[in-house]
């Protein structure tokens, strides 16, 4: 079962994800929630099941307030996490926020050194939450997909990845 809302937030109860017609969208927590409530028909091979968790931009994004406090956001994606191990996820990946100062739609906000700690902090503060939680379940297996890293190489590097304009599109 995958659930994929490209809106969605952290969880509901932090910030309200919507689409463009004002409906909310599922956060993860109540993405994991309704996961939870569907398999109990199935039976799920959970150490043979991925669990992939992509979350915490769009926190910032409808909540500016949040850029002051990343560990907020980072906890509420731990609760997610957490949400699935009481399920009984035994692998989960998670991936780190993206470059904020990279993102064409935050441009116009002329910030991109705040942008940068930011994407700093929370990206930080989830690998260091992240461990807590593999110290704590060393049964379960968290990986780290750093997103971040990858996507500043690319930028760094434009003519080693066959970019040839920067350009607006």
Known sequence: MVID?????????????????????????????????????????YHRTLYVIWIGQNDYYFDLALALAPSIVVQSIINGINDLIKIGAKHILIINLLPFEAYS??????????????????????LNSV?????????????????YSLI????????AYGISSMNKC
């Open 152 to 159: 500043s190489n690319i930028l760094m590097n434009i003519k």
């Open 5 to 45: 809302c490209e809106i969605a937030t952290t969880d509901n109860n932090l910030v309200r994800g919507s689409t463009i017609f004002n409906l909310t969208v599922p956060g993860i927590r109540q993405q994991i929630t309704k996961y939870k409530n569907n398999i109990h028909s199935r039976k799920i091979n």
């Open 105 to 126: 739609a935050l441009a116009v906000f002329y910030v991109p050194d705040l942008l940068k700690k930011l994407t700093l902090d929370h990206n930080n503060n989830l």
């Open 131 to 147: 461990r807590l939680l593999q110290a704590k379940h060393s049964k379960i297996s968290f990986e780290i997909f750093d997103l």
